[in-house]
């Protein structure tokens, strides 16, 4: 059958994350926005901005490729961040499914 191409092993790498985060909440997180190639995320970090370019076939943060959002939080502050969210493109849903940002 053969491998799945960059672009889908990302998107499943970022799901996985979401599920993750999601069970260990308890609430539902969802993607508040699709980024496409070319982009650029910006972070600020304990004083330090962080600028992430968003590739075809995942994201390159200081001049290093990672696979997914998370790993570049991981990498920014130690310990495991759902990357969606550290970058502020995730939303969150209450227990009555009701949208409401969670920074709000």
Do not use: N
């Amino acid at each position: 059958m053969g491998s799945l191409p960059p672009a889908s092993k990302r998107k499943l790498a970022a799901c996985k994350d979401e599920a993750d985060e999601e069970k260990r909440s308890g609430g539902c997180a969802t993607p508040a926005v699709r980024l496409k190639a070319g982009a650029t995320l910006l972070r600020t970090w304990h004083g330090q901005t962080h600028t992430v370019q968003v590739l075809e076939d995942g994201y390159e943060h200081q001049g290093q490729r990672y696979a997914s959002l998370s790993h570049i939080a991981r990498a920014i502050t130690g310990a495991h961040w759902s990357g969606p969210r550290f970058f502020g493109l995730t939303k969150r849903r209450g227990p009555s499914g009701l949208g409401s940002r969670a920074d709000a």
